[in-house]
């Protein structure tokens, strides 16, 4: 495999996701790169699904290798909220008052374990899409830190045993639901020769 067009929009998975890749000896295409348009409605019930929609969108429209991904918190005494709206939830607020709704949340909450889940989907290689998941266990903490994004000062490691908004950014992503994700299909790219490490 030589090509490997990546179906985001957001540069910053782009960046993170050729860090992945850098001893590889492929070419991690964007969607700008090869000049493909995507914005399919978000509408499956899990990250898996929705992993899958943004990959089968952009697979229909090129012959290259396609990975998407989609990932978000799930809090376990919410039922899993944010889960698959974890950046719809309160549109057009700031992450700062998105965090903060969530602690209120979670004032009556005695239980504040959390997971950050990550579902990567693979197209154009197998017949048949292929998935590879990624978890980071956790819980719920009082904001505390600036780095990261998202839901990150209130997500605190069980295994750093810190918010992952105070761990340094290519230390989180190495262990992180992503990073994790991507481990495995890395693993899975090169046990089936799809992948071979740069000479
Ligand atoms: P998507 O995978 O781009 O659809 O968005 C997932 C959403 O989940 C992000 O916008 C964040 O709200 C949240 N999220 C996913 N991964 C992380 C993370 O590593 N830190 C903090 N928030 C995250």
Do not use: W
């Amino acid at each position: 495999m030589k090509y490997l067009l990546l179906a985001t929009n957001n540069l910053n998975k782009v960046k993170e996701m050729q860090s992945f890749f850098k001893d590889y000896d492929i070419t991690l295409l964007s969607l700008k790169d090869v000049n493909i348009i995507s914005n399919p409605e978000e509408n499956g019930t899990s990250f898996k699904e929705n992993a899958f929609i943004k990959a089968r969108d952009v697979a229909l429209k090129t012959t290259y290798p396609v990975l998407s991904d989609d990932s978000g918190l799930m809090i376990h005494a919410l039922n899993g909220f944010p889960g698959i709206y974890s950046s719809r939830f309160m549109l057009g607020k700031s992450y700062q008052e998105k965090c903060e709704a969530i602690l209120e949340m979670m004032k009556a909450q005695e239980d504040k374990s959390a997971s950050f889940i990550c579902n990567l989907c693979l197209m154009n290689v197998k017949d048949e899409p292929l998935y590879f998941e990624g978890r980071h266990d956790g819980k719920i903490v009082p904001l505390d830190g600036k780095g990261g994004f998202g839901y990150d000062p209130i997500f605190y490691s069980n295994e750093k045993k810190m918010t992952f908004a105070k761990l340094p950014m290519e230390e989180k992503n190495l262990i992180s639901h992503r990073g994790r994700a991507l481990k495995s299909l890395i693993t899975y790219l090169e046990n089936n020769k799809f992948l071979g490490k740069k000479r």
